[in-house]
């Protein structure tokens, strides 16, 4: 459920026309849906109610304070993967007591600075990483509450670049490694063993790889209680997978009570981690058409958005649906939507039937709110482009377009280059 829709001819967000919207920020920009993305906070939380829980969005997905914050007044904690993130969870007021840090590279500062946030938790990676952790919480004269994210070698079944749960990806702890890292991390004095935590990958689209990781982590649990490791937090991570195309992804509800009825009578405050499910399908990225060329042995239009603003379709060959901003008597064409930047990866949709969009239309590239801006660089020196809000009849540019100033923000030229 998204609030996208047609009126008279023209796309809204929720109640502005995203032509509007255009005519006053220009294009490209990303836009979100607020009443979206409350409704899908809402629905998720809902699904595991009947169990104690914290839903951390998992802040690369989409880090705009904004929207971070938006999540924070529902009652989210975030998920962090590096020092940056915890500054921004920080700065869009999200609970530290909600904060979960995840990663494979944790950096000493890092580490220091979320221990002095007092965020809630560590997933901690690898055997280094629990030493590390205690020398500097030590120092801190502090002690860091940590789980351990295990790798249960799980077939998640999506794309290889976003699975994670796999022995060959580098996440998390081998799960037959695991007991003997229990009870060094148990042994050290500045680490507080709370939890256990996985991640098997992202855009899945049954329950089943979910099930399975949750089977193992459970006999895991069962068997650390009875070396006396009392497991307070079982983290299931992220991943649930949203429809871009014709995916079939289970309604969160389903993957809820799935995962609800394995857990009946374990007690422990149960981690999710939502990223794309949350923000997904609750944002879009608005191009306009510059050129076509219609002739020769391929169809090119040519837009404003390149892969430097929306990378998945470069990076993961991912389908995104391309609605026009304005309704029009467009013929059905075979084509190919890319960008100005210079690589022959820069594309959007390729060869794909899609309307025959003319020179100074615009068209909405659907389910860009995860991964889209947040992986979006300054390639070819393109100004980031700005991030827009709405809400019900109003919108708020949550961040502006990038300058040329800020482009070269930080740059010098040494001496012997200026004479
Ligand atoms: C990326 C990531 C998530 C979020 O994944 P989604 O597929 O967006 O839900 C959650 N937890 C960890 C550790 C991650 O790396």
């Not at 032509?19 to 849906?33: D, M, N």
């Not at 790889?209 to 070396?227: G, N, S, W």
């Amino acid at each position: 459920m998204h609030h996208f829709h047609y009126q008279s001819g023209e796309l809204y967000c929720e109640n502005v026309p995203v032509r509007k919207i255009a005519a006053k920020v220009g294009t490209p920009f990303y836009l979100y849906s607020a009443g979206t993305l409350t409704h899908h906070y809402r629905v998720f939380n809902a699904a595991f109610a009947e169990f104690p829980h914290i839903v951390c969005f998992a802040v690369k997905a989409n880090a705009n304070l904004s929207i971070l914050r938006l999540f924070a007044r529902l009652g989210a904690g975030a998920d962090i993967v590096s020092g940056g993130e915890l500054y921004r969870a920080l700065a869009a007021g999200v609970d530290p007591g909600k904060i979960v840090y995840s990663g494979v590279g944790k950096k000493p500062e890092e580490i220091k600075a979320a221990l002095k946030a007092n965020i809630l938790l560590f997933n901690l990676e690898s055997s280094q990483e629990l030493e590390e952790i205690n020398r500097i919480a030590g120092r801190l004269k502090l002690k860091a509450r940590v789980a351990l994210r295990i790798n249960p070698d799980i077939d998640a079944q999506t794309h290889p670049y976003i699975s994670t749960g796999l022995k060959k990806n580098k996440f998390g702890i081998d799960i037959e490694q695991a007991l003997d890292d229990y009870c060094r991390a148990r042994d050290l004095p500045h680490l507080d063993v709370v939890g256990v935590a996985c991640h098997i990958g992202s855009q899945i689209t049954q329950v089943s790889p979910f099930v399975d990781a949750l089977e193992r982590l459970k006999e895991l649990i069962d068997r650390l209680r009875a070396l006396d490791i009392q497991i307070r937090y079982l983290d299931l991570g992220g991943g649930l997978g949203i429809q871009y195309h014709d995916e079939a992804p289970p309604h969160p509800d389903e993957y809820g009570q799935q995962l609800l009825e394995r857990l009946k009578g374990l007690k422990c405050t149960l981690i999710l981690e939502p990223g794309r499910v949350l923000v997904g399908n609750a944002g879009i990225l608005v191009t306009k058409v510059l050129y076509t060329k219609p002739g020769g042995a391929k169809h090119f239009i040519i837009v404003d958005a390149g892969m430097n603003d929306l990378a998945r379709p470069s990076l993961y060959g991912s389908y995104h649906g391309l609605w026009p901003v304005v309704e029009g008597a467009h013929p059905q064409v075979k084509a190919s939507i890319v960008g100005p930047i210079c690589e022959s990866g820069d594309f959007l949709a390729k060869d794909r039937l899609m309307p025959a969009f003319a020179p100074g239309e615009m068209v909405a590239v659907m389910s860009a709110g995860a991964y889209g801006f947040s992986m979006s660089s300054n390639y070819n020196a393109r100004p980031r482009v700005p991030e827009i809000l709405v809400q019900d009849q109003d919108f708020y540019v949550i961040r502006k377009r990038e300058t040329y100033r800020q482009l070269i923000w930080g740059e010098s030229i040494p001496d012997f280059l200026k004479s």
